[in-house]
């Protein structure tokens, strides 16, 4: 019930596409819904992040698109460019426990130019 | 505003040493700070919570003997490896939470750990 699951684990896009990642998660007290871009050698940065009470918010290209009664969400990715080629981390974490945070398992991302 | 720094960013030592990793938030106090291990091409595992002032919250499966945390500031949290082993070889990271009660989290860029 704790686990967030994410998929795909490898994503090709064309430069210009849509990139999209998808992230399920099972429990209901989950109540904030991050997304992380890592490159590698380094540590995670936030991108954005949303809370449940919204579905959808947006910034610059980035989107997420939260799906409460599905208990999905998921990342977009527009006008994608080869600077996004990275590894996309979902997360989830809840009121309670010291806000830890429960990580999906990655998505590799590559943007060809 | 909100960065996290670790040190040293990689390390190499031999089997049976003891390894401490500091992780600082510079332009923030830190009320929190979480200890991650991530493996090659894998997911951020949390070790620790860790709470200035308080004995660190280690997660099921985590020997807190063998990782000791330390949090002793606002901006100051270390964890060390003792008696390293070469499976203990692994990309570490902590994170830090600006404001009590807050949910985002602050990465810093991680300590990569051979152990040999």
């Known amino acids: 019930q704790q686990q967030v699951k994410q998929s795909p684990q490898s994503l090709i896009v064309q430069k210009g596409g849509i990139s999209i990642i998808n992230c399920a998660y099972e429990?209901?007290?989950?109540?904030?819904f991050p997304w992380y871009q890592q490159f590698p050698g380094k540590g995670p940065a936030l991108l954005i992040a949303i809370r449940p009470d919204v579905s959808e918010k947006k910034e610059g290209r980035f989107t997420i698109s939260f799906n409460k009664s599905a208990k999905q969400f998921s990342l977009h990715i527009m006008d994608s460019q080869p600077g996004d080629s990275a590894t996309y981390f979902c997360?989830?974490?809840?009121?309670?426990?010291?806000?830890?945070?429960?990580f999906g398992q990655g998505t590799r991302l590559t943007i060809n130019p | 505003g909100a960065v996290v720094s670790q040190h040293p960013s990689r390390v190499i030592c031999k089997s049976g040493t003891s390894v401490k990793i500091e992780c600082r938030s510079l332009?923030?106090?830190?009320?929190?700070m979480f200890w991650y291990r991530q493996f090659p091409k894998q997911s951020l595992m949390l070790m620790a919570t860790?709470?200035?002032?308080?004995?660190?919250?280690?997660e099921q499966g985590v020997e807190k003997d063998k990782f000791l945390i330390n949090h002793a500031s606002l901006t100051l949290s270390t964890l060390t490896v003792t008696s390293a082993h070469p499976e203990d070889s692994s990309f570490y990271i902590c994170?830090?939470?600006?404001?009590?009660?807050?949910?985002?989290?602050?990465f810093g860029p991680g300590t990569r750990l051979t152990v040999t």
């Open positions: 332009d923030f106090q830190a009320t929190t």
């Open positions: 997360a989830a974490s809840k009121d309670q426990g010291a806000q830890k945070l429960v």
């Open positions: 429990n209901t007290a989950f109540d904030y």
């Open positions: 994170s830090a939470v600006r404001t009590a009660g807050s949910y985002e989290q602050y």
């Open positions: 860790s709470n200035e002032g308080s004995k660190a919250t280690y």
